[in-house]
């Protein structure tokens, strides 16, 4: 049996006719391994911005790696604040002054207190600060209210980030710049990481142009592959451009099993509907293990997906993502379905594959839609004061309306069973922010 027969006979209800959005997403979760990747390479913190993490990162230090102050002012003995009365003065002898970068070793006695900067470790038998701005000096002595703390106020305790031995960051996390700032704390120049996810793609279509061609009638300049490449580009994959493929079954085969020597995983765009000069379909089906699918969603009904062989002993099937060619039924379904799977490819563990969180918003107008379907429109969110953010349905819907992509800053998600949206209810949004 097939790989794509034997995911589909595991898959309850399936119907390549009548496919819901979670049963694409969970076919792709079988489809797409993860771990296609094992080879890690180190290589300087700055370059892995983005780049998934191959091992385990072990604290080799405390972060801080002493107990240090967190306020400018005068550190002391914080159990003299115990049993003293709410409107009582402290009053201290200053005996010293503790610097940031350097360790302050004079004698404490009781009654004493130490002048300390931010960052300064605390000196030994210190455990609480009173930042300067509550207290009067006088001469060699410190005066403070009682009730302006509490004993361990202010200090900031070693190890309090990062715990010497404990994992800092997880195999297959995303290096964010979060991460990079919190791998740099620990000393560490270099991280591991894996390889990046090779991703080949091209258009097909005879109707298209390239860019640099003259426009001729009935034809449009090739905007899938633009797109492609920014979402790419965005996930952090290696991508390898194959252009424009005409509608010829000898092209076609040729840039499928060059794609598939090439790359782990392929996108296409057009050819995938029904249309009567398209070869697409045929040549998929010839050379890889394909299902074809008519999903329940809008837009994206028509979509392709399987595994193409490659004759290199070094690589399993290349996955083929076949998009349909509308501008943004490559968008929408990318986002629904490529990004998870290509997050799950690259090595992404579950936290980081996950899709991101739908944040959700007030309507501004009814939108029609009829269950039985996941529609996506693009719409323009707003924040609100004190309430739930606005969104507006952004311009013509129609999935060959790239405009309206480019002024929507999100996707309302309206999900299958859901009906029509009166004005003012609130709906789920993708966001682009961070995705895309
Ligand atoms: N009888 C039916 N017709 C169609 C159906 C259907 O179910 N029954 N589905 C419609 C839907 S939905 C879509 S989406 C399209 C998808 O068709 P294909 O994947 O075969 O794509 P094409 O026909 O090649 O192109 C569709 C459309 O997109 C334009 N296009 C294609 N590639 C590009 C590109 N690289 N850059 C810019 N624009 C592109 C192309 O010119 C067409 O206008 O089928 C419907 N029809
Ligand atoms: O997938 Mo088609 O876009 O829905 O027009």
Same mark, same amino acid.
Request: hydrophobic share 45%.
């Given at each position: 049996?097939?790989?794509i027969?034997d ?5 309850a ?13 969970a076919f792709?979760?079988?489809l797409?391994e993860?771990a296609?990747l094992?080879?890690a390479?180190?290589i300087?913190l700055?370059?892995? /911005?983005?780049?998934v993490?191959a091992?385990?990162i ?7 790696p002493?107990d ?7 550190a002391?003995?914080?159990r003299l ?12 002898r200053?005996? %010293?002054?503790?610097l ?9 006695g009781?009654?004493?207190a130490v002048k @300390? ?5 605390m000196?030994? !038998?210190l455990?609480?600060? @009173? $930042?300067q701005e509550?207290c009067?000096?006088?001469g060699e ?6 009730k302006?703390?509490?004993?361990g106020?202010?200090?900031r305790?070693? !190890?309090?980030?990062?715990m010497?031995?404990? +994992?800092?960051? =997880?195999?297959?996390e995303?290096?964010s710049p979060a991460?990079l700032?919190?791998v ?7 991280? +591991?990481?894996? =390889?990046?996810l090779r991703?080949a ?5 005879? &109707?298209i142009?390239?860019l640099g061609?003259?426009?001729? &009638?009935?034809a ?8 492609v490449?920014g979402?790419?580009?965005?996930? %952090? ?6 252009g ?7 092209? /076609? ?9 090439e790359?782990?995983a @392929?996108i296409?765009s057009?050819?995938?509907?029904? !249309?009567?000069a ?7 089906q ?5 299902a ?8 994206g ?5 399987g595994?193409?062989?490659t004759?290199r ?5 290349a996955v083929?993502?076949?998009? $349909?060619?509308?501008?943004v ?5 990318? /986002?629904?379905?490529?990004r998870?799977?290509?997050l799950r ?6 936290a980081c ?5 739908l944040? =959700?918003a007030?309507?501004v107008g ?6 039985? =379907?996941?529609?996506y429109?693009?719409g323009?969110v707003?924040p609100?004061?004190g309430? /739930? ?5 952004? %311009?013509?819907q129609?999935?060959?309306v790239?405009?309206s ?12 069973d ?5 004005? !003012?209810?609130p709906v789920?949004?993708m ?5 895309i």
């Amino acid at each position: 049996m097939s790989r794509i027969a034997d995911i589909a006979a595991a898959l309850a209800g399936y119907d390549p006719k009548a496919l819901g959005v979670d049963a694409v997403q969970a076919f792709l979760a079988q489809l797409a391994e993860p771990a296609v990747l094992t080879q890690a390479e180190r290589i300087a913190l700055r370059d892995a /911005l983005g780049r998934v993490l191959a091992e385990d990162i072990v604290s080799p230090v405390s972060v801080p790696p002493h107990d240090n102050s967190a306020m400018d002012g005068f550190a002391f003995d914080g159990r003299l604040l115990e049993g003293l009365a709410n409107d009582a003065t402290v009053e201290l002898r200053v005996v %010293g002054t503790a610097l940031a970068g350097a360790a302050w070793r004079g004698n404490v006695g009781a009654g004493d207190a130490v002048k @300390i900067m931010t960052g300064a470790v605390m000196p030994a !038998g210190l455990d609480t600060v @009173i $930042p300067q701005e509550f207290c009067s000096v006088e001469g060699e002595s410190v005066r403070f209210p009682a009730k302006a703390l509490r004993r361990g106020d202010n200090r900031r305790l070693a !190890g309090e980030d990062l715990m010497q031995g404990k +994992p800092a960051l =997880r195999r297959g996390e995303i290096i964010s710049p979060a991460a990079l700032g919190m791998v740099a704390s620990l000393g560490l120049p270099m991280v +591991p990481v894996l =390889r990046r996810l090779r991703v080949a793609y091209f258009s097909t279509g005879d &109707e298209i142009l390239s860019l640099g061609e003259l426009p001729r &009638e009935g034809a449009v300049y090739d905007s899938n592959r633009y797109t492609v490449f920014g979402l790419l580009t965005r996930l %952090g994959c290696e991508v390898i451009d194959l252009g424009l493929v005409r509608d010829d079954p000898a092209a /076609l085969e040729s840039a499928l099993r060059r794609a598939a020597s090439e790359a782990d995983a @392929i996108i296409t765009s057009g050819g995938v509907s029904v !249309g009567e000069a398209d070869h697409t379909r045929a040549v998929m089906q010839r050379l890889g293990d394909m299902a074809f699918w008519r999903v329940a969603m809008r837009p994206g009904r028509p979509m392709a997906v399987g595994l193409i062989p490659t004759e290199r002993p070094d690589r399993g099937p290349a996955v083929l993502f076949g998009l $349909p060619g509308n501008p943004v039924a490559v968008m929408v379904t990318f /986002l629904a379905f490529v990004r998870p799977a290509l997050l799950r490819m690259m090595g992404c563990n579950d936290a980081c594959a996950a899709p991101p969180p739908l944040l =959700r918003a007030r309507s501004v107008g009814a939108i029609r839609k009829k269950p039985g =379907r996941t529609e996506y429109q693009r719409g323009h969110v707003q924040p609100v004061a004190g309430s /739930l953010p606005e969104v507006r349905i952004a %311009g013509n819907q129609g999935s060959g309306v790239l405009s309206s992509m480019v002024e929507a800053n999100g996707l309302v998600v309206l999900h299958h069973d859901q009906g029509s949206v009166a004005d !003012g209810d609130p709906v789920d949004v993708m966001m682009f922010d961070g995705v895309i």
